[in-house]
């Protein structure tokens, strides 16, 4: 579903030039869920605003089911993002002033899709995701996890490609962190969600089926899961954080 080809990505003048990203190549398969991790200045968020389209590479290329994004002209970014892309946001984004329906129906309304079909796509998620008998409320009448639960349906319920999401957890406490790990891990599982994390948590990344290690803009190393448990490949996570260098405190 996404492949990335030598991409490289450069900030500064002439005489001050940062390589952000050095030829990094990756595919991410139809169905994966991958964490991308590394310390401060790896390359990790740079990565994910490529892909986003919020920033450009310097190099190289980036296909979304077969379609360079670095092709796209500016004026159908915006259309790309919310037909394409889905977000997760540490804070949720969600609008005080509309439904939980119509929050996570807002993409499609924008689209200009038939009221009915929306309503029915809205539904559909909602249930999936246990959210079906709030739909009426707004955000301020709903609980932490419910938002949550909203936010990732908004992204999802598109039917985008492919699920971004930079810190999710970054600003929520243990127990919310979890949770919104859990809904990530069953919008996977369950329903065919293609997702890419940006993390510093190892503990985060341990939920992703794949987890990919950026230093200096290089891919580092990288860990597959497979039949182990979460335990198990949260503790292969912090042996490669080791061997990365510096100290662990700075990337968990």
């Known amino acids: 579903m996404l492949q990335i080809k030598n991409v490289e990505k450069y900030y500064g003048s002439k005489n001050n030039v940062t390589k952000a990203l050095d030829r990094v190549s990756l595919d991410v398969a139809d169905g994966e869920f991958m964490a991308i991790m590394g310390a401060s200045g790896s390359g990790k968020t740079t990565l994910l605003n490529c892909i986003s389209t919020i920033d450009t590479v310097s190099a190289g290329e980036i296909l979304l089911d077969g379609e360079n994004i670095a092709d796209l002209p500016s004026g159908v970014l915006a259309k790309f993002r ?4 889905g977000f997760v946001f540490q804070d949720f984004n969600l609008l005080d002033t509309l439904t939980i329906e119509e929050n996570i129906g807002i993409a499609l309304a924008l689209n ?141």
Do not use: W
């Open 82 to 85: 919310r037909e394409r892309l």
């Open 112 to 252: 200009h899709e038939d009221a009915n079909g929306v309503k029915a796509r809205v539904e559909e998620v909602a249930k999936k995701l246990g959210i079906a008998d709030i739909l009426e409320k707004f955000p301020y009448q709903v609980s932490g996890g419910q938002k949550q639960r909203t936010a990732c349906a908004r992204a999802i319920v598109a039917r985008q490609s492919l699920l971004l999401a930079d810190e999710p957890t970054g600003a929520l406490d243990s127990k919310a962190s979890k949770n919104l790990l859990e809904i990530m891990e069953q919008m996977n599982r369950t329903m065919g969600a293609t997702i890419l994390m940006v993390t510093h948590d190892a503990y985060s990344a341990s939920y992703a089926g794949r987890v990919l290690f950026l230093k200096d803009g290089h891919i580092f190393n990288e860990l597959f899961r497979g039949e182990r448990t979460r335990n198990i490949f949260y503790h292969e996570i912090l042996n490669v954080l080791a061997v990365l260098g510096g100290d662990i405190s700075d990337v968990i």
